[in-house]
Structures are given as structure tokens and as C-alpha cells.
T-cell receptor, first 112, second 116 residues
Framework: GDSVTQMEGPVTLSEEAFLTINCTYTATGYPSLFWYVQYPGEGLQLLLKATKADDKGSNKGFEATYRKETTSFHLEKGSVQVSDSAVYFCALMSTSYDKVIFGPGTSLSVIP | KAGVTQTPRYLIKTRGQQVTLSCSPISGHRSVSWYQQTPGQGLQFLFEYFSETQRNKGNFPGRFSGRQFSNSRSEMNVSTLELGDSALYLC???????????????FGSGTRLTVV
């Protein structure tokens, strides 16, 4: 079945460092891909999305490109801030649209 | 517009009891999905309701059930609570149509259930 794999955390970075969180997926067809972010004590917020191959999603300085050939959707940010500390979830919605499948999440801590 | 509202935010129940959680989706959204989030299992899909009908179901025992009302508000019920049911239960709202694949879900803040 469909699945999402993310790099293990926690990830600790200094402020202004470059961030990459790896995400790969297994799915039939061309699923839609998402990154969600969860701040402490809150629900999930949609960060960015891409719905077809080679699409680039971007929001708040974060970017991710839908790579069909490598089945990947890596999250990047050029300069992280303390306020980016959160848990990041990679997710896909299958082509049958029946549910969203989430990766295990990657915890990010940014220190001043 | 108002977001997704989940009530209550916190619950403490005793093993063997039952519990009902509520979710009000974004106005105009007809689909409500429920997820269970635990440190060990991550986010697991429970079920989805669309126009008062259960459209999809995850791999949870029959103790977990839900329903949706004509105003799209949804409730989920867990009977005969077990310690392992302690989790954050998240509700997600979407338009419910094919377009939900393009727009993703909007989540509520969740209900934190603790079973003692």
C-alpha cells in the first residue's frame, strides 16, 4: 500500500542554518504531496503542497519539489529561525483520494 | 472564516468508560476525517465522513465509531476505553470533492484523551 518515509529526528540546527528534511514515498500513480507542520500543543497546519510531478510548493521560505523519478518531496529552507521549531510531517493523498497518509514526523529544534 | 473546532480540548476517562468527541468543520466543508496521533504509532487514519455517510475507514476495532450530522458536524465515539486509547485525536476538514487532493486538509487543534 501507499506509504511515506521521513528522515529520523530530532534535528537540531542553529539559527540561520540551512534545513533539509528528506521525504520519500511509495504510491501508485501520481499522488498529491504535502508538508504539514505541528507546533507544540496544536493541530497540524498545511505548510505547502504539490499536485503533480516537477511542481514546487513554497510557503514561508520553505520549499519542496515533487520528484517522480526519485519518489521524493524533500523539504528545504535556506535560513531557519527559532520560530520554525516544530514537528514536520510529509504526507500524500492517494489517487483514489481515500485518505491522507502521513510520515512519522521529524522534530526540528532551532537554537539561537 | 472560522477554523475547525474540536471539543473538548482535554479529557480524562477511566478504563472501560466510553467517550464522545466533537468536531465542527469549516463552514461549507462536507468532509470530516478523524486521525489518532500517538508517539509510538504516529498519525493513523480512523475514518472519513462525507455528507453524513462513512466513506472510508481505517484499521481500528469496532469500539471506534463515528457519525456526521446534516450540518456536517461530526462526532466520534470510543467505547470500552483501554489505556492504549490515550492519544491526541485530530479532526480534519475538507471540501470532500476531488479537489481535496489539491487543497489538503485543515486540522483542528485536537482533543487530548487520557485513559487512566
Amino acid at each position: 500500500g501507499d506509504s511515506v518515509t521521513q528522515m529520523e529526528g530530532p534535528v537540531t540546527l542553529s539559527e540561520e542554518a540551512f534545513l533539509t528534511i528528506n521525504c520519500t514515498y511509495t504510491a501508485t500513480g501520481y499522488p498529491s504531496l504535502f508538508w504539514y507542520v505541528q507546533y507544540p500543543g496544536e493541530g497540524l497546519q498545511l505548510l505547502l503542497k504539490a499536485t503533480k510531478a516537477d511542481d514546487k510548493g513554497s510557503n514561508k521560505g520553505f520549499e519542496a519539489t515533487y520528484r517522480k523519478e526519485t519518489t521524493s518531496f524533500h523539504l528545504e529552507k535556506g535560513s531557519v529561525q527559532v520560530s520554525d521549531s516544530a514537528v514536520y510531517f510529509c504526507a500524500l493523498m492517494s489517487t483514489s483520494y481515500d485518505k491522507v497518509i502521513f510520515g512519522p514526523g521529524t522534530s526540528l529544534s532551532v537554537i539561537p | 472564516k472560522a477554523g475547525v473546532t474540536q471539543t473538548p480540548r482535554y479529557l480524562i476517562k477511566t478504563r472501560g468508560q466510553q467517550v464522545t468527541l466533537s468536531c465542527s468543520p469549516i463552514s461549507g466543508h462536507r468532509s470530516v476525517s478523524w486521525y489518532q496521533q500517538t508517539p509510538g504509532q504516529g498519525l493513523q487514519f480512523l475514518f472519513e465522513y462525507f455528507s453524513e455517510t462513512q466513506r472510508n475507514k481505517g484499521n481500528f476495532p469496532g469500539r471506534f465509531s463515528g457519525r456526521q450530522f446534516s450540518n456536517s458536524r461530526s462526532e466520534m465515539n470510543v467505547s470500552t476505553l483501554e489505556l492504549g486509547d490515550s492519544a491526541l485525536y485530530l479532526c480534519a476538514s475538507s471540501s470532500g470533492g476531488v479537489g481535496r487532493a489539491n487543497y489538503g486538509y485543515t486540522f483542528g487543534s485536537g482533543t487530548r484523551l487520557t485513559v487512566v
